[in-house]
């Protein structure tokens, strides 16, 4: 046997046994990684979902006509007006967030809000009808 073939030899079964001590390490640092920073536990507080406020859009009103919600909160506007044909819109003041379609009866919109501040909103079709939310 020479030496040549002796060292090729060696080689492969040394080759042989990398991928099974790659993979035990691979495992070692997945678990040595958890033991030092486990996950997270998520507290009942933490898990509270975000909240959901209805807005009724009447003939020549939003009601209620001010809300506050927090932040992560959905506003929904729904059309409850009687009248055949009246559409409304939920349209911000401004360069704020809001701009629904035209919705008509039964129609809804909603929007999240997910930064603290004042939001004044108008209908774009009956420019009297307005509202604010304001979100903590």
Known sequence: MSAFTYLGDRR????????????????????LSFAVNPLPRVHAAEMASAASTSVQVLKDSYSPG????????????????????????????????????????????????????SYPYYCAIHPDMTGTVTVN
């Not at 492969?12 to 678990?31: D, E, K, N, Q, V």
């Open 66 to 117: 001010a809300i506050t919600v927090r932040a992560g909160d959905t506003v929904t506007w729904t059309n409850v007006d009687t009248t055949p044909g009246n559409g409304h819109t939920v349209t911000s003041s401004g360069r704020g967030p809001l701009k629904s379609p035209s919705f008509g009866q039964g129609g809804a919109f909603s929007y999240t809000f997910s930064t603290a501040g």
């Open 12 to 31: 492969r079964r040394a080759h042989r046994r990398r991928p099974r001590s790659a993979a035990a390490m691979a495992a070692g640092i997945l678990a």
